[in-house]
Nanobody
Framework: QVQLVESGGGSVQAGGSLKLSCAAS????????MAWYRQAPGKERYVVST???????HYADSVKGRFTISVDLAKNTLYLQMTSLKTEDTAVYYC????????????????????WGQGTQVTVSS
């Protein structure tokens, strides 16, 4: 079972930056598209950014130009660099692999539900 462990969340003032990390227990980046989701209190979880196995990236309009998704293959780690943070970015951020936003993982890593991290809290204050 693939495990995803997020880190890097915390509290920051509006306009600040944070970098989230998601360490994978196995090398899945060649078989799985990866994504960052977020869920604010009282709201549904939605996808913030995705990166495919060939490096193609996509961003939600709300974060475009401010967030950058990337992968360090040598470290088996997915990142989300967040800049110019706004109070509305406050949410629990989840790392995921092979979810509906990215299509299921291929080969040995196939899973209908994909793989999810436990989430990391990001709080942006004004």
């Amino acid at each position: 079972q693939v495990q995803l462990v997020e880190s890097g969340g915390g509290s920051v003032q509006a306009g600040g930056s944070l970098k989230l990390s998601c360490a994978a227990s196995e090398y899945i980046f060649g078989s799985c598209g990866m994504a960052w989701y977020r869920q604010a209190p009282g709201k549904e979880r939605y996808v913030v950014s995705t990166i495919t196995s060939d490096g193609t990236t996509h961003y939600a309009d709300s974060v475009k130009g401010r967030f950058t998704i990337s992968v360090d293959l040598a470290k088996n780690t997915l990142y989300l660099q967040m800049t110019s943070l706004k109070t509305e970015d406050t949410a629990v951020y989840y790392c995921a692999a092979g979810t509906p936003s990215t299509l299921p993982c291929s080969g040995a890593y196939y899973s209908a539900d994909g793989f999810w991290g436990q989430g990391t809290q990001v709080t942006v204050s004004s």
